[in-house]
């Protein structure tokens, strides 16, 4: 299983990046997927989150102003990110929750990472 970024970026303050990542490979089932980050000596942590169903959960440090979505007929995740500020700087991972076969237990697949850089 591979989970691939896009979309990152510099951009100046209040502007707008949309990322995606595609989950491919071997997968019978998808649960939630979601997106962090990690800023330069900062520990990982949420951006936003989505079950099967579309049900989200978001930070508060971005919410308002980030969508999380997805397709899951492409196994795909996407964020929006709106109105962006300097502290949203950071490498950004997705990350999906999935099952490789269907007599297998679930596990967490992670992305390589994209950068998101905002100048002020």
């Known amino acids: 299983v591979q989970l691939q970024a896009f979309g990152g970026g510099l951009v100046q303050a209040g502007g707008s990046l949309r990322l995606s990542c595609a989950a491919s490979?071997?997968?019978?089932?998808?649960?939630?997927m979601g997106w962090y980050r990690q800023a330069p000596g900062k520990q990982r942590e949420l951006v936003a989150h989505?079950?099967?169903?579309?049900?989200?959960t978001y930070a508060g440090s971005v919410k308002g102003r980030f969508t999380i979505s997805r397709d899951n007929a492409k196994n795909t995740v996407y964020l929006q990110m709106n109105s962006l500020k300097p502290e949203d700087t950071a490498v950004y991972y997705c990350q999906a929750n999935l099952r490789q076969y269907y007599y297998k237990p679930t596990g967490d697949y992670w992305g390589q990472g994209t950068q998101v850089t905002v100048s002020s």
């Open positions: 989505i079950t099967t169903g579309g049900s989200t």
């Open positions: 490979g071997t997968i019978f089932s998808i649960n939630g």
